[in-house]
């Protein structure tokens, strides 16, 4: 009798552990949807404070559907593409960020922590070719299918290596605002 069950454990174990290896898994990636997403930086000098907007955001999320989670993001924006309603302040700022060697701003997560809507992610950020470890705090919702992601973090432009930028010699404040806006489609979007 006991052999018996020490077989049918074992056989139970077996197929539980080939079903595990053949199962399809249930994440899948979810691209950004640029139409809905968009990535604003916010800068203060003592005379005036600006905004910088980019609507060209790309971004892919792994998200598993059995357990309803984002495993990992990933994000990647052209400097070119931000516009703060200013040519000569963003020519200026392309020229203060080499934006010519180092086209892109890249993030790459290697941690998400989600406690009910709020996500705490760990990951490497990329700027003006300086790789340094980050943590970004964002709210999720879902909503008519999609999955939005909202949050916000600081970069010390020191940090990366830049030049403060100055307006009548007077420089910037050390670090500025990043806020993000992502939109993800978990469902295929309808065609109307």
Do not use: C
Request: proline residues 4%; glycine residues 6%.
């Amino acid at each position: 009798m006991n052999r018996t069950i020490g077989i049918l454990s074992a056989f139970a174990i077996g197929i539980v552990g080939l079903l595990a290896f053949v199962a399809p898994t249930a994440s899948r990636k979810l691209m950004a949807d640029k139409s809905q997403s968009v990535m604003t930086y916010t800068m203060h000098h003592p005379m005036h404070t600006w905004d910088g907007v980019s609507r060209e955001v790309q971004s892919v999320l792994l998200y598993n559907d059995a357990t309803d989670r984002i495993e990992a993001v990933a994000v990647a924006v052209k400097l070119a593409s931000f516009d703060s309603q200013n040519a000569n302040r963003d020519s200026h700022a392309l020229e203060i960020l080499d934006g010519i060697k180092y086209p892109r701003v890249t993030f790459s997560s290697t941690g998400i922590e989600q406690t009910q809507d709020k996500l705490k992610i760990w990951g490497n950020l990329t700027f003006h070719g300086v790789t340094r470890p980050v943590e970004v705090l964002a709210v999720r919702v879902d909503k008519a299918g999609q999955l939005l992601a909202t949050g916000e973090f600081s970069i010390k432009m020191s940090d990366y290596n830049i030049e403060r930028p100055s307006l009548m010699m007077v420089p910037t404040d050390e670090s500025f605002l990043v806020k993000f806006s992502m939109a993800y489609h978990k469902t295929a979007p309808v065609n109307q």
